[in-house]
């Protein structure tokens, strides 16, 4: 079997060895509750508060700001729940490009609470429309919850956070900032951006699966979505993930002392790619601000519709290419995009491709190789 060809990071990234060295000592010797007044708690204890403290550093917040959770999914879940039963927020104001993570719980909470959700305008290159978001701000004056993503994960764009926040805070609303395609791939100061939560993923950024954060900002009081213990000082009850949480930390520490190498190798791959498919194949678009204000691990790209095309995505898995059409939080199903419906783009056959620092132009040489026989 030929070796396969990985294109997929934003759906996931492989792990770092740097990052499972970390992490073994958490599965074998030190394996004690982190709630135990014992050696063995205390030690698995300090591991948790260091890595708590090293996460809180890199992104400018207080260590009593940033709480480990099992991923972007509970994170997020967690701060829009809050933000409805706990914050006084009586409509949730986000937009049709949101990970269903922020769609589907905003519907639920619409329905379970009958309170309204508004979606932004988004402008033709799929950013956000910041004019409309004001306007949806100023007609009412009933407390608003803005749940907005940083870093598209289908197309790439970003949001200009700090501008959000700053309306958010204008007009007395809560933020919400989905963050966890750019945790570890763009630099947050929570120091200089209103948000009051944002969430983050270690398994985007070479880290382990099952671990994320979720950083609440200490002027916002919230009850937690977990019941049961006193874990995470209060705000999320369960024996703590210790290894994943070591893992998070180091996978975050090791992105920020590569970001400026990886950003440039990246966006390089990025870019040649860009450049060989316009050259090769005609008719191909690309979706999204993607040689603008995007995420340098993201192009998301239309292909001209036609008998080959359409089995575009089976064919490369064949060939052993690993893309994606979308989200690969869907369970698998191939239901297309609701970010693509949503930027108003099905007259192509869509497919995200997604880079980290382990691609090489010699793969981009071979899928393109491929792409003139599939295309």
């Not at 550093?57 to 933000?83: D, K, M, Q, R, V």
């Not at 519907?107 to 033709?124: A, G, R, T």
């Not at 791939?185 to 200089?192: A, E, G, R, S």
């Not at 993923?201 to 009081?221: F, M, R, W």
Request: proline fraction near 3%.
């Amino acid at each position: 079997m030929a070796s396969r060809i990985y294109f997929d990071n934003a759906a996931t990234t492989s792990i770092d060895p740097v990052v499972l060295d970390a992490m073994m000592p958490f599965f074998t010797n030190h394996f004690g509750n982190p709630s135990s007044i014992y050696s063995y708690g205390r030690e698995t204890r300090n591991a948790i508060e260091k890595s708590r403290k090293s996460v809180s550093e890199i992104l400018s917040a207080h260590p009593s700001e940033i709480f480990f959770t099992s991923g972007g999914t509970e994170s997020s879940n967690t701060a829009i729940n809050a933000a409805i039963r706990d914050l006084g927020c009586t409509r949730i104001i986000t937009s049709k490009v949101e990970h269903h993570a922020t769609l589907h719980t905003c519907v639920f909470l619409s329905h379970k609470y009958n309170i309204p959700v508004e979606y932004v305008e988004l402008l033709p290159d799929g950013h956000i429309d910041l004019n409309d978001l004001e306007k949806k701000l100023v007609s009412s004056s009933s407390k608003a919850l803005i749940s907005l993503m940083h870093g598209n994960n289908e197309i790439g764009n970003i949001t200009d956070i700090k501008h959000v926040g700053q309306l958010a805070r204008k007009h007395q609303a809560v933020f919400h900032a989905d963050t966890v395609q750019t945790v570890g791939h763009f630099p947050i100061n929570l120091n200089t951006t209103q948000v009051d939560f944002i969430t983050g993923s270690a398994h985007k950024i070479h880290g382990p699966k099952g671990t994320g954060i979720l950083y609440v900002n200490s002027s916002t009081q919230i009850s937690p979505l977990l019941h049961g213990g006193g874990q995470e000082r209060n705000m999320r009850a369960g024996t703590e993930n210790i290894y994943g949480i070591v893992g998070f930390a180091k996978a975050l520490e090791l992105s920020v002392v590569h970001h400026q190498s990886d950003y440039t190798y990246i966006s390089n791959l990025k870019e040649y790619l860009r450049h060989s498919l316009i050259e090769k194949i005609n008719g191909v678009t690309f979706n999204g601000d993607h040689a603008g204000n995007s995420l340098y691990t993201v192009l998301n790209v239309g292909f001209p519709k036609n008998e080959k095309s359409e089995m575009l995505l089976l064919n490369l898995d064949v060939n052993n290419i690993c893309v994606s059409g979308g989200s690969a939080c869907s369970s698998g199903a191939d239901q297309g995009s609701h970010v693509i419906q949503a930027i108003g783009n099905n007259d192509k056959v869509n497919v995200r491709f997604s880079f980290s620092r382990l691609n090489t132009k010699e793969e981009i040489d071979v899928l393109m190789k491929l792409l003139l026989d599939l295309v």
